[in-house]
């Protein structure tokens, strides 16, 4: 079955940049996400990635996939206290309907 | 804009008690799902609903049944709660059809059984 896996937890300091790592295990993924979690809401997409492509940005976003080894990463620049959140990486087969998720990594940023 | 609403927001039952968990959407999505959340563990999948009248099972679907009766509610029942569905429910919802099929997620229900 699908696995997706993420480390749980990251620290960085306000400014600098945030590397959150994601790799998953179905090589049929159409489509790889990102969402985030603030303390006790429901989660929102940051953005989406479809799997014929190797890089999308968007503002301080910016995803990277590399689908030979099946690793997925989010850079946020200039990491504010704001982007403190879990992050969620998820992925969807071909034709598939559900999503599957990751761990979720923990961002926490020092001001 | 409501999109997807979980109630309650809290709950606490007794082992073996039973609850409904109610959720509703007003985006006209004919995809629904019910997803639990547990440190360390992520979010999995418990059961989901490509359109009225029809539903299937997730990765952890026992002990909780689902219905959809309608494009709008999918409701998910505990019949006989246990300490192990101590968690935080989300409810979520997309269009159907293919193309990216952006979630969209409640606010989520956190529930101790006791």
């Known amino acids: 079955g699908e696995d997706v896996e993420q480390s749980l937890f990251l620290s960085v300091r306000e400014g600098d940049s945030s590397v959150i790592n994601c790799t998953y295990t179905d090589s049929s993924s159409t489509y790889l996400y990102w969402y985030k979690q603030e303390p006790g809401a429901g989660l929102q997409l940051l953005t989406y990635i479809f799997s014929n492509m190797d890089m999308k940005q968007d503002q301080r976003l910016t995803v990277l996939l590399n689908k030979k080894d099946k690793h997925l990463s989010l850079r946020i620049a200039d990491t504010q206290t704001g982007d403190s959140a879990i992050y969620f990486c998820?992925?969807?087969?071909?034709?598939?309907?559900?999503?599957?998720f990751g761990t979720g990594t923990r961002l926490t940023v020092i001001p | 804009n409501a999109g997807v609403t979980q109630t309650p927001k809290f709950q606490v039952l007794k082992t073996g008690q039973s609850m409904t968990l109610q959720c509703a959407q007003d985006m006209n999505h004919e995809y629904m799902s019910w997803y639990r959340q547990d440190p360390g563990m992520g979010l999995r999948l418990i059961h989901y609903s490509v359109g009225a009248g029809i539903t299937d099972q997730g990765e952890v679907p026992n002990g909780y049944n689902v219905s959809r009766s309608t494009t709008e509610d999918f409701p998910l029942r505990l019949l006989s709660a246990a300490p192990s569905q101590t968690s935080v429910y989300f409810c979520a919802s997309s269009p159907g059809g293919t193309g990216e099929k952006k979630l969209f997620f409640g606010s989520g229900t956190q529930l101790s059984v006791l």
């Open positions: 998820a992925e969807r087969a071909a034709g598939a309907n559900n999503l599957f």
